[in-house]
């Protein structure tokens, strides 16, 4: 099989009709990098920038950020690097934060509510960001946007940085694209509006099957029920990327479902526009992308979004897949 998906490495994804679908890595680290170029990625869809915070007794200075960013603009070259600003909160605590001990930490004080609070820690974040997008095709997306609000002050702070770098004579990209990730369901059911407002949504199915099903992530006791195929969040993928569509933008995935053999057909035949996965599902993924046309797979996620369990789901699949 090995041999076999090679043959995928150094060919653009593609369906069996010739369009062209973005297959991109997850990363954490620099180190991510060269197993996604290996595997074929055409890019970076998701960089999880919490990394750079972690295991470590203060926060990242701007001059440290700007390095690593910088680096991951100039090794992926052209290719596009989604750069997700800082996401903690959560499962992911840092320590010399000093923040509270929270009954839900999931549903608190996380991600863009810190950063918008603090700009202590995000400006730092946004200065490097953007420098660094001189050096390649970075892109900036922000996390776990609940609302309209969260999405107009995020976008007002990029303009605040830019209007500080100009004054000072430093470069970046005037065209840097800024998107958000749809990972909240009531981000999902107000993706009409957003959408007006951001160049790309991703959506982050991890978090979005947590919330939609009210299933904690990490709780191992319900984990079978932290799963894709539960008809509620397919509905919650359909309905983002046609609210995406409607206004011309582009939705990509970079949940764990993106890599998910099974989901494949209905991912692209529902319209998805960029798949980002960990790099050892990149290869497979290409494979499977080549086999099916668009109108064949759009059919079958029609058919998909009319079954009403997750057993019928899983097994509808089953009997398509290739
Ligand atoms: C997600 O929630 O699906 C996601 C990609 O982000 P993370 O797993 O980092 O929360
Ligand atoms: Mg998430």
């Given at each position: 099989e090995q041999k076999r998906l090679e043959f995928y490495k150094d060919k653009k994804a593609q369906t069996k009709d010739?369009?062209?679908?973005?297959?991109?890595g997850n990363m954490g680290n620099l180190n991510d990098i060269a197993p996604i170029l290996e595997k074929g990625g055409e890019g970076v869809g998701l960089f999880r920038t919490e990394f750079l915070y972690m295991d470590r007794s203060e926060l990242p200075t701007e001059e440290e950020q700007f390095e690593v960013y910088k680096k991951a603009a100039e090794t992926m070259g052209d290719?596009?690097?989604?750069?997700?600003?800082?996401?903690?909160g959560g499962d992911k605590d840092l320590p010399y934060l000093d923040f509270p001990k929270e009954m839900n930490p999931f549903l608190g004080y996380r991600a863009i509510r810190i950063c918008l609070?603090?700009?202590?820690?995000?400006?730092?974040?946004?200065?490097?960001?953007?420098r660094a997008s001189a050096f390649g095709n970075l892109k900036i997306m922000f996390p776990m946007?609940?609302?309209?609000?969260?999405?107009?002050?995020?976008?007002?702070?990029?303009?605040?940085?830019?209007?500080?770098?100009?004054?000072?004579?430093k470069d970046y990209n005037k065209d840097l694209?800024?998107?958000?990730?749809?990972?909240?369901?009531?981000?999902?059911?107000?993706?009409?509006?957003l959408a007006k407002e951001v160049d790309f949504f991703s959506i982050g199915t991890n978090d979005l099957i947590q919330y939609t099903v009210a299933v904690d992530r990490m709780n191992e006791k319900i984990a079978q029920m932290h799963n894709p195929y539960h008809p509620?969040?397919?509905r919650m993928v359909k309905k983002t990327i046609e609210s995406a569509h409607q206004e011309n933008i582009w939705v990509g995935m970079c949940g764990e479902a993106a890599g998910n053999e099974l989901l494949l057909p209905f991912l692209l035949g529902a319209g998805l526009d960029e798949f980002s996965m960990s790099a050892v599902s990149i290869l497979k993924i290409k494979e499977l992308l080549s086999q099916w046309t668009i109108s064949e797979a759009a059919q079958k996620a029609e058919k998909v979004l009319e079954l009403k369990s997750v057993d019928e789901v899983k097994d509808y699949l089953k009997s398509i897949q290739k």
């Open positions: 010739g369009v062209d679908i973005e297959v991109v290719r596009p690097v989604v750069i997700r600003t800082l996401d903690v609070e603090r700009d202590d820690i995000f400006k730092p974040q946004l200065r490097a960001l953007l946007i609940a609302t309209m609000d969260e999405l107009l002050a995020a976008k007002a702070k990029v303009a605040e940085v830019k209007a500080e770098l100009e004054s000072e004579d694209e800024i998107g958000m990730m749809i990972e909240i369901p009531a981000a999902v059911m107000t993706a009409d509006q509620a969040v397919l």
